[in-house]
């Protein structure tokens, strides 16, 4: 807050009556200094998994590019996604049991928590840490058949859906105040199409036409607005990249081959999209899009896959993988389009999500 500094007729007047003693006491008035800008994150995690000699995945994540593995590659496990909460580091994902079952998991600090049944398979997509709160998106194997999308608060689950001929895979999380937004698909046994999702508080809204393909990969929240990320098959069969601005589509791509679209974010009014799209060649060229302008991350002549983009000022981050001569698929991420590389290349590994931090 800045002084005032200007004098008004009844200071003035003191002035005057107080003679020398007001001359001998007068202090000129100093604006107080700006604030300092808030902290940028500088910190890099990406969270992923690497495969070992038995192609077993190993749960890992890079700071930095500096990697901490979180199981020993006994079992497969992955991570999907990561969060920072202040010194704690958040990561979801998965790890099987010695019977094979996929166990819905969530590290922090290094120490799982299980969140699904040992007996049923299960997985996490999302992780989210608000305040005190830790929201997880996933689904678990029923038991009977049928697959269940849910969302957990601090361990404590929200079934998404309750038919057993759809089948849901949840796949993007956002929380804005109280409200929890997922992105996901379900898929109809009876017509073996899936239909792209998103929900709020529970309540599903339908993004795709049932006669097509739809997959929605990741949700953002800007205002009163809610864009979903995902693609859609059009009638030739192939992939569409698309983002859904409040149910309203717009394409990412002319639909003559494959597209997906993994990620989204928007800052302002510009919407950026992290995916994929196949060159003339078969390959997946790493891509963002800026309001539906595409900048390659790769140059074709490999396979590579951008899964998750993330903007801190004007600097704009990625994730995911390129494959190298050898054929192994090496996890890396970008900034501003200069990848670093984050996988010695002798296995496959993959960076599936990208957060920064202080």
Known sequence: MRKNSSFTASALGLLLLGGALA??????????????PPPVPSNVFAAGYEENAAKNGIAKYWKNGVATTLTDGTNDAQLADIAVAGADVYAAGYETN???????????NGTATSLTSSSNYGSLSGIIVAGTDVYAAGYEFSGTGQFVAKVWKN???TVLNSTATRLPVTSGLAVVGSDVYVAGYEFNV???QSVAKVW?????????????????ADVAVAGADVYVAGYETNASGKGVAKIWKNGTATALNDGTRDAVANSVVVVGNDVYVAGVELNAAGKGVAKIWKNGTATALTDGLTDAFASCVVLVGTD?????YE?????KDVAKSWK???????????NNAYAQDLILAL
């Open 200 to 216: 709020k508080n529970g309540t599903a809204t339908t993004l795709t036409n049932v006669a097509n393909d739809g997959y929605a």
């Open 98 to 108: 010695t019977a094979g079952n996929a166990i819905a998991k969530i590290w922090k």
């Open 336 to 346: 501003n389009g200069t990848a670093t590389v984050l996988s010695d290349g002798k």
């Open 323 to 327: 494959r190298n001569a050898a054929g």
């Open 316 to 320: 704009v981050y990625a994730s995911g």
């Open 155 to 157: 361990g404590t689950a």
């Open 190 to 192: 009876a017509t073996t």
């Open 23 to 36: 001359l001998g006491s007068c202090k000129k008035s100093t604006p107080d200094p700006p604030a300092p």
